[in-house]
């Protein structure tokens, strides 16, 4: 083998739908996560043996890829790795880096990167996003089960801040499912807007159903600049409102893209909230 590997994936910002599946007292936590155009890599250049400046979930997953395919151990080389994405605050982060790291593991050994491996090295490290796939799909987080894959026919744009401080979505898990008994026939409504918008390629509509989910995520996991987000959303004509539901992102979706104009009030008006806007593209369309 010669020349460098890679593997890369996309992140998300938070997601347009995370609730139950379906109404009922023991809810699966369903997300349709929203991918952007921002990326973890991990890279490999053939040499001399160096120690993996990998994170822990990483290496994690590389000793795994190799159990699941017999191999025995890694071929000589040292190892880079790049993010975009900013850890803990709903982004996808290290479900990214494990993707990538085994995306460039089968470039390395010029094996497939099937998505059931992909699956079960995820299974075995945290629950994730469906960042592995290069569409929206219904996904639940903790089973690794994709339930419905969604296409590509929506597409964003986005302008967003992140709050200070960073969520454990592992330690909030119990009271969002205490939430999601207590509003189960909300959220399956809801959800049933957002997959007849997708079904549809009604982007406004799953706009309008993201914004509901944001909506009742608020009520158990508040974003402090979410209500005058959400009391301003006519004001610059957003299509709707989206947050990461276990994360700290809050920022409107617009359907078409805004204009100087709107981009410099969206700037100014995140600035009198403490934040710093940025703006991207999300989705596919």
Same mark, same amino acid.
């Given at each position: 083998?010669?020349?460098?590997?890679?593997?890369?994936?996309?992140? *998300?910002?938070?997601?347009?739908? !995370?609730?139950?599946? $379906?109404?009922?007292?023991?809810?699966?936590? &369903?997300?349709?996560?929203?991918?952007?155009?921002?990326?973890?890599?991990?890279?490999?250049?053939?040499?001399?043996? +160096?120690?993996?400046?990998?994170?822990?979930?990483?290496?994690?997953?590389?000793?795994? /890829?190799?159990?699941?395919?017999?191999?025995?151990?890694?071929?000589?080389?040292?190892? *880079?790795?790049?993010?975009?994405?900013?850890?803990?605050?709903?982004?996808?982060? #290290?479900?990214?880096?494990?993707?990538?790291?085994?995306?460039?593991? #089968?470039?390395?050994?010029?094996?497939?990167?099937? *998505?059931?491996?992909?699956?079960?090295?995820?299974? &075995?490290?945290?629950?994730?996003?469906?960042?592995?796939?290069?569409?929206?799909?219904?996904?639940? #987080?903790?089973?690794?089960?994709?339930?419905?894959?969604?296409?590509?026919?929506?597409?964003?744009?986005?302008?967003?801040?992140?709050?200070?401080?960073?969520?454990?979505?592992? &330690?909030?898990?119990?009271?969002?499912?205490?939430?999601? +008994?207590?509003?189960?026939?909300?959220?399956?409504?809801?959800? *049933?807007?957002?997959?007849?918008?997708?079904?549809?390629?009604?982007? %406004?509509?799953?706009? $309008? %159903?993201? @914004?509901?989910?944001?909506?009742?995520? !608020?009520?158990?996991?508040?974003?402090? @600049? /979410?209500?005058?987000?959400?009391?301003? =959303?006519?004001?610059?004509?957003?299509?709707?409102?989206?947050?990461?539901?276990?994360?700290?992102?809050?920022?409107?979706?617009?359907? +078409? $893209?805004?204009?100087?104009?709107? =981009?410099?009030?969206?700037? &100014?008006?995140?600035?009198?909230?403490?934040? !710093?806007? @940025? /703006?991207? !593209?999300?989705?596919?369309?």
């Amino acid at each position: 083998m010669s020349g460098v590997v890679s593997g890369v994936c996309h992140g *998300t910002l938070g997601e347009l739908y !995370q609730g139950p599946l $379906r109404a009922g007292p023991d809810p699966d936590i &369903a997300v349709v996560s929203f991918p952007v155009e921002r990326h973890s890599w991990v890279h490999f250049t053939p040499g001399a043996a +160096r120690p993996l400046p990998l994170g822990e979930k990483s290496l994690t997953a590389a000793r795994l /890829f190799l159990e699941h395919h017999g191999l025995s151990s890694l071929p000589p080389g040292s190892w *880079t790795a790049h993010s975009d994405l900013r850890v803990g605050v709903g982004m996808a982060s #290290s479900t990214a880096d494990i993707v990538a790291t085994l995306r460039c593991l #089968s470039g390395i050994f010029s094996l497939p990167c099937d *998505t059931d491996v992909v699956l079960g090295v995820l299974a &075995a490290i945290e629950r994730s996003d469906s960042v592995f796939l290069d569409e929206f799909a219904l996904h639940l #987080s903790g089973r690794h089960r994709v339930v419905r894959r969604l296409g590509t026919d929506i597409g964003f744009h986005t302008a967003y801040v992140i709050e200070p401080g960073t969520v454990d979505t592992a &330690a909030v898990t119990s009271l969002l499912l205490a939430h999601y +008994r207590r509003r189960g026939e909300e959220y399956e409504r809801c959800l *049933t807007d957002l997959l007849k918008g997708f079904a549809c390629g009604d982007a %406004a509509a799953v706009a $309008r %159903a993201a @914004t509901t989910s944001a909506v009742l995520s !608020q009520e158990v996991l508040p974003k402090t @600049t /979410f209500d005058r987000v959400l009391g301003h =959303r006519e004001r610059f004509g957003a299509d709707g409102v989206f947050v990461a539901h276990t994360g700290c992102l809050t920022g409107y979706l617009f359907v +078409r $893209r805004p204009d100087s104009r709107v =981009r410099s009030e969206l700037s &100014a008006f995140f600035r009198s909230l403490g934040h !710093q806007c @940025t /703006f991207a !593209q999300g989705g596919y369309g």
